[in-house]
C-alpha cells in the first residue's frame, strides 16, 4: 500500500468517525427533546432550541417563578463535562453555594473560590458541603424547618446555588434516564418547596420573637 493510499485511508476512518460522532449528537438531542415536549402539557412550558446540533431548552412560570431546564458543556480540567442544569426563580438575601462532598477535583485557584463564594460552613454536613459569605445567615436558615430535609431531597444534584435571585441545581448528564419526565417532575416539586421554604425561613429570622 502506498504512502497515498495509507494518508486516504486513515482519512477515510476519520470521516466515518466524524459522522458518526455527529449522528450520535444529533439523535440524542432529538430523544432529549422528545423528553422536554413531555414537560410542556403538565407546566405549560415549551420547549426551544437553537438548532439541531443545539441542546434543547425548557422554560416554564411556575406558580409565579420562572423555571428553566437546560444543558451546559463545563470544562473540568481536561475533560469537558456536559451537566444538566435547572433554574428556578427565588427571592433570598445572600447567596448559599452548595457542593457535592468528593464530586469535584480540587480546585485550582481555593483562594479565589472562598472569596467569591465565601468560607465553609461548619453546620452543614453530608450530602453537600456548604459556602456563604453570611455564615450566620446560612447556617440559621439551612437549620430552620423543613429546610435540611428538602436540600437532602435534591442529592441526585452535585452542586446547589440558592439566591440570592434563583435557585439553581446541577449534575452530570448520564443519558436519557436524566430527562424521565416524572424524576424530573419531581426535582422541580422539591426545588419549589426548598424556595418556599428558605425565603419563609428568612422572613421569620427576620422577624422579632
Request: proline share 6%.
Amino acid at each position: 500500500m502506498s504512502l497515498t493510499q495509507m494518508t486516504l485511508y486513515f482519512l477515510g476512518i476519520v470521516v466515518v468517525i466524524i459522522i458518526a460522532m455527529l449522528a450520535h449528537s444529533y439523535l440524542d438531542k432529538k430523544k432529549i427533546k422528545k423528553r422536554l415536549l413531555q414537560l410542556v402539557d403538565p407546566l405549560k412550558g415549551r420547549v426551544s432550541q437553537d438548532g439541531s446540533f443545539h441542546y434543547p431548552h425548557f422554560h416554564c412560570n411556575l406558580n409565579g417563578r420562572a423555571f428553566d431546564l437546560f444543558f451546559d458543556i463545563v470544562k473540568v480540567g481536561r475533560h469537558h463535562i456536559l451537566y444538566s442544569i435547572y433554574s428556578l426563580g427565588a427571592a433570598l438575601p445572600h447567596p448559599l453555594l452548595l457542593i457535592k462532598k468528593n464530586e469535584f477535583r480540587p480546585m485550582a485557584d481555593p483562594e479565589g473560590f472562598l472569596k467569591s463564594n465565601g468560607s465553609m460552613l461548619d453546620k452543614i454536613n453530608a450530602p453537600f458541603q456548604g459556602y456563604s459569605p453570611e455564615p450566620q445567615w446560612a447556617e440559621k436558615i439551612y437549620l430552620t424547618g423543613e429546610v435540611k430535609k428538602s436540600i437532602s431531597a435534591l442529592d441526585e444534584f452535585t452542586s446547589l446555588q440558592c439566591g440570592p435571585d434563583a435557585l439553581i441545581a446541577g449534575k452530570p448528564y448520564e443519558g436519557l434516564s436524566d430527562t424521565d419526565s416524572e424524576k424530573t417532575l419531581q426535582a422541580i416539586v422539591s426545588l419549589e418547596k426548598l424556595a418556599k421554604e428558605m425565603e419563609d425561613g428568612t422572613l421569620s429570622a427576620a422577624c422579632p420573637a
